[in-house]
């Protein structure tokens, strides 16, 4: 039979591996959001309160960064410090249609912090209405901040974007 001090310290054990568990789920919804909302945008019919819809959408995704962010698209989408930086890329999308597809999460958990590495495939239609396949890595950093965690820093990098018709048999 275990001894008192086993059996807290395998509870202890237990509790830590569960909270990293949870961690990981909360981290992994946070990115699911911000696919769901990300996407929403290439939704919003054309109507008198589009600008409005956008901006309310806008808004939404910024909540799920923390106010010093960084968000980093790359050379073809830009930098943005903040959320009110981030809050203004995303009120005019830079496409006319996106699904972006997050696989392959890798998440490590240190306290507070984490970090992230995620596989994206996106299907996706220029602003002049070319359609494009888009595949890339998105390295991130979280931050846990009052029991909520959310992004401090997303980057992506570009593996490809090749016309829908050509694929990426060229790349």
Not at 5 to 24: F, G
């Amino acid at each position: 039979m275990a001894d008192r001090n086993s059996l807290e310290h395998r509870i202890d054990q237990l509790e830590k591996r569960l909270q990293v568990a949870e961690d990981v789920n909360a981290i992994s919804q946070l990115k699911a959001h911000y696919g769901e909302l990300t996407d929403a945008r290439y939704h919003v019919p054309d109507s008198p309160d589009r600008e409005v819809q956008l901006s309310a959408l806008a808004e939404r995704i910024t909540t799920l960064f923390s106010p010093d962010a960084i968000w980093d698209g790359g050379p073809g989408l830009g930098i943005c410090e903040g959320r009110a930086a981030i809050r203004e890329r995303f009120e005019q999308p830079a496409m006319r249609f996106a699904q972006h597809f997050f696989v392959k999460p890798r998440i490590a958990i240190d306290g507070d912090r984490a970090t992230g590495r995620w596989d994206i495939l996106a299907p996706c239609t220029s602003l002049k209405g070319r359609p494009y396949w888009m595949a890339g890595v998105e390295d991130d950093e979280y931050v846990r901040l009052d029991g909520v965690w959310l992004h401090s820093r997303m980057k992506l990098d570009l593996i490809f974007m090749a016309p829908y018709e050509d694929g990426w048999a060229r790349v």
